[in-house]
């Protein structure tokens, strides 16, 4: 079971520390969109949409690495002064009671979102945009295995720490 739980962190944080290159890929992009505007005087509607699909895979693709680091929001009021036990009951219920039935409902509600996107290989509305909305939905997705993959992780880290004692 250690190794499961050591695996998946271990995906989680590669997976993290790829995805840490596009927040550099996302300036450049918006630089040379504002250089092709404002000094060019033309534009590049494909570039402008490029600078979505970026956002996207960033921030839903980095879903399970923040959620390992334990960088997402925490309200901690009591729990900074619980013991090791006490944070894993915390986390434990936390995950099964509010995480799990969270990503239930959204696994339910965009799967026939991003597929039906795919069946028709949806593209932009816009005439010279990128032919690849169906990509972008598809981070979606994306989103709700990193953090479906973390879920499982920290069910069994935080119930063996319960169990110990």
């Given at each position: 079971?250690?190794?499961f739980?050591v ?12 995805l ?33 699909y ?13 959620a390992?680091?334990?960088e ?15 944070k ?17 409902l ?17 593209t932009?509305?816009?005439?010279s ?37």
């Amino acid at each position: 079971m250690q190794k499961f739980i050591v695996a998946i962190d271990a995906f989680s944080e590669k997976s993290g520390h790829l995805l840490a290159l596009l927040p550099l890929a996302l300036v450049l992009t918006q630089f040379i969109v504002v250089l092709m505007v404002y000094v060019f005087s033309s534009g590049s509607i494909q570039l402008q949409e490029s600078l979505q699909y970026i956002n996207a895979l960033m921030f839903l693709g980095g879903a399970g690495y923040t959620a390992v680091r334990g960088e997402h929001v925490r309200v901690d009021i009591f729990y900074a002064k619980m013991t090791t036990r006490g944070k894993a009951i915390v986390n434990f219920w936390g995950t099964l009671l509010l995480l799990v039935p969270f990503l239930v409902l959204f696994w339910v509600s965009t799967l026939p979102y991003v597929t039906g996107s795919w069946a028709i290989m949806e593209t932009s509305t816009e005439t010279s945009g990128l032919p690849y909305v169906y990509i972008l939905k598809s981070t979606l997705l994306l989103f709700a295995f990193t953090l479906s993959l973390h879920a499982v992780a920290d069910l069994l880290r935080h119930g063996r720490t319960m169990l110990k004692g």
